[in-house]
Nanobody, 127 residues
Framework: QVQLVESGGGLVQAGGSLRLSCGAS????????MGWFRQAPGKERHFVAA????????YYTDAAKGRFTISRDNDKNTVYLQMNSLKPEDTADYYC????????????????????WGKGTLVTVSS
């Protein structure tokens, strides 16, 4: 059974950093584009960042660009999200996802065809 397990969330002050990790098991990891989504309390889940299967391309929302960095290690079946200069509005549950392809429409990227989701890790940024 495929599992995506996130870790690295926690409480951090504004301006601080966190590094999220997502380990995949029972998944042909290198066959999937990987991404991160987040869901703030009472709001819908939104795309944050994605990386192509071969690590050639990375994509970010405007909110993440310049502060977050997505990376992957195909040997370790792990995807990461380095988050710097965190703001209170970054507070959310962060979910890892394995998807089939990445699209860019109206200059807005998104990971599509998500086959698997992790259960999330909570990031809380205090002001």
């Amino acid at each position: 059974q495929v599992q995506l397990v996130e870790s690295g969330g926690g409480l951090v002050q504004a301006g601080g950093s966190l590094r999220l990790s997502c380990g995949a098991s029972e998944l042909t990891f290198s066959n999937y584009a990987m991404g991160w989504f987040r869901q703030a309390p009472g709001k819908e889940r939104h795309f944050v960042a994605a990386i192509t299967r071969g690590r050639a391309g990375t994509y970010y929302t405007d909110a993440a660009k310049g502060r977050f960095t997505i990376s992957r290690d195909n040997d370790k079946n792990t995807v990461y999200l380095q988050m710097n200069s965190l703001k209170p509005e970054d507070t959310a549950d962060y979910y890892c996802a394995a998807g089939r392809y990445i699209t860019v429409q109206d200059m807005t990227p998104k990971l599509n065809g998500v086959d698997y989701w992790g259960k999330g890790t909570l990031v809380t940024v205090s002001s």
